[in-house]
């Protein structure tokens, strides 16, 4: 049986966000949240900025900081949904509502099946802000089992990694929702992007014969990528370049197209010659793969995991401004520049 705040979703999904300048619209969308929250529920879903949870993310199944689905009311989630579509494209919001949907589809799967998985929970999914929205800074993330969006406000700007999709399997067996692929597109243009090479570039952009069990720069080993591998696509021909930029379009537009179109240029302005794509594990779409777009300001991972392949991770890192750190940086040095009087 689907919860109030799925079938929401599904009647909503057709329904485009307003597209405004995230700072505004997110922090008015936050702020009537909270509003909304009696005072238990605030104590759950709100923390101070410095609160160390604002530092982690996790995409497994369990409890994290953050107010529950199952705690919220149905005007609270409506709520919800109209800040994620601050943030969210009409594609984001199909992922999130896909991703819940496949909860809630392997959840009944498994009491038919007379047993049942706690894991599949689809009301684990929680809800935190840190700071106070409209001030400087603030930030909030919305995660649970396969997703982890985290976002961060600073000054007139917002950062949004990082940023992790997953789905198992990769169509939704039963539901409203049948035969509905997450992550579909996604798969397609990485192997489009791969069969265009030819078989001297795909020697080079072939890193291992073995897909990775999981993605490398999970929660804790973010940094565990410093050296960039396989083929650079200064050695693509243009089409290739293009189809290496269809994929990060692809990833991207999950956001709202101001936010999207940001983080395209922020990677195209680093060079777009000096992204290298990796590829490890089946060249068919039917065995465990993995590939990887790895470039000066990002970090972007697909794999289609260990002996299960409707299995996909997808997760997506800027390392300098994941939870806004170089954000940050910038605003306390200006901040206590002004403080100061010194100008140096």
Known sequence: MYSIFMLMILGQANTTPVVELPKTSTTVAASKLIESLEDSQRSQGTFGFEDSQRLHWMYLPGDRAGLPLREMSTAQKEKLHRLLGTMLSQEGLRDLQG?????????????????????????????AIFGIPGGDPWAWHFEGHHLSLNFTHVDNDVTVTPLFIGVAPFEIPSGPLQGMQVLGEERDAAFKLLHSLDEA???????SNRAPGDVHTRPGREDRLAKMEGIPLADLTPEQQEAALALLRQYAGVLQGLLAHAEIKRIEDAGIERIHFAWAGSMERNQPHYCRLHGPTFILEYDCIGGDPNHVHMVWHDPQRNFGADLLRQHHQAYHKKASGKTE
Do not use: F, W
């Not at 392997?106 to 929970?121: E, F, I, Q, V």
């Open 99 to 127: 991703i819940y949907a496949m909860e809630v589809a392997l959840r009944d799967a498994a009491r038919t099946a007379g047993g049942d998985d706690p894991s599949r929970d689809p009301d684990q999914y929680e809800l």
């Open 201 to 207: 570039q795909r020697a080079r952009a072939i890193i």
